[in-house]
């Protein structure tokens, strides 16, 4: 309760702030100014994605009557997943439950993003890139799981490539929010 509490929080500051800043950026007549708001429209996505992909991994967990604990403290990754007591159907569930949170905050962006402003924009740049970036480090395990490869095995042998791994699936998430600033 503690934990949801928390995001929830979060969720409505940034939420009010980004109503604020979407109505600042049509007011402010300076370049500073709104690269500032963008900033932090960019900023709060990345934010909101990352809350949402978390709770998402968790509700798919759950639904699956995983075996988790609760951290004790608010963290930003808020429960562990016990993977030695739970299957494999089980991991995909906590898995594909991350990614479709992901997803499901694109389509409500793309959904409410009529007409674009720039707060839109830099909040949509933020999401897609972080799917982008999710789907990178994300998917390859799936898969793995998928055609049978146990998923602390699957875990090890694909983040064990370390930081090449994390630098190309943050450069692919940056380019995208990069092309989402120039095409949309």
Same mark, same amino acid.
């Given at each position: 309760?503690?934990?949801?509490?928390?995001?929830?929080?979060?969720?409505?500051?940034?939420?009010?702030?980004? $109503?604020?800043?979407?109505?600042?950026?049509?007011?402010?007549?300076?370049?500073?100014?709104?690269y500032? $708001?963008?900033?932090?429209? *960019?900023?709060?996505?990345?934010?909101?994605?990352?809350?949402?992909?978390?709770?998402c991994?968790?509700?798919?967990?759950?639904?699956?009557?995983?075996?988790?604990?609760?951290?004790?403290?608010v963290?930003?990754?808020?429960?562990d997943?016990?993977? %030695?007591?739970?299957?494999?159907?089980?991991?995909?569930?906590?898995?594909?439950?991350?990614l479709?949170?992901?997803?499901?905050?694109?389509?409500?962006?793309? *959904?409410?993003?009529?007409?674009?402003?720039?707060?839109?924009?830099?909040?949509?740049?933020?999401?897609?890139?972080?799917?982008?970036?999710?789907?990178?480090? %994300?998917?390859?395990?799936?898969v %793995?799981? $998928?055609?049978?490869? %146990?998923?602390?095995?699957?875990?090890?042998?694909?983040?064990?490539?370390?930081?090449?791994? *994390?630098?190309?699936?943050?450069?692919?998430?940056?380019?995208?929010?990069?092309?989402?600033?120039?095409?949309?």
């Open positions: 309760m503690r934990q949801a509490l928390a995001h929830g929080s979060v969720v409505m500051v940034l939420t009010a702030s980004l $109503i604020a800043a979407d109505s600042w950026s049509h007011a402010i007549n300076n370049d500073i100014g709104r500032a $708001i963008a900033a932090w429209a *960019f900023l709060c996505g990345l934010a909101f994605s990352h809350i949402i992909h978390e709770w991994h968790y509700a798919g967990a759950t639904l699956a009557k995983s075996t988790l604990s609760l951290k004790p403290r963290h930003p990754l808020f429960f997943f016990d993977l %030695e007591a739970n299957t494999s159907r089980q991991f995909l569930c906590l898995s594909v439950g991350g479709i949170g992901n997803v499901l905050l694109l389509a409500l962006l793309i *959904f409410y993003n009529s007409p674009a402003s720039l707060v839109s924009t830099s909040l949509l740049a933020a999401v897609l890139g972080q799917l982008v970036f999710v789907l990178m480090l %994300e998917l390859p395990v799936s %793995e799981v $998928i055609t049978g490869k %146990e998923p602390l095995a699957a875990l090890t042998s694909h983040f064990g490539q370390g930081g090449p791994l *994390f630098l190309r699936a943050g450069l692919g998430g940056v380019i995208t929010a990069v092309l989402v600033f120039l095409l949309y």
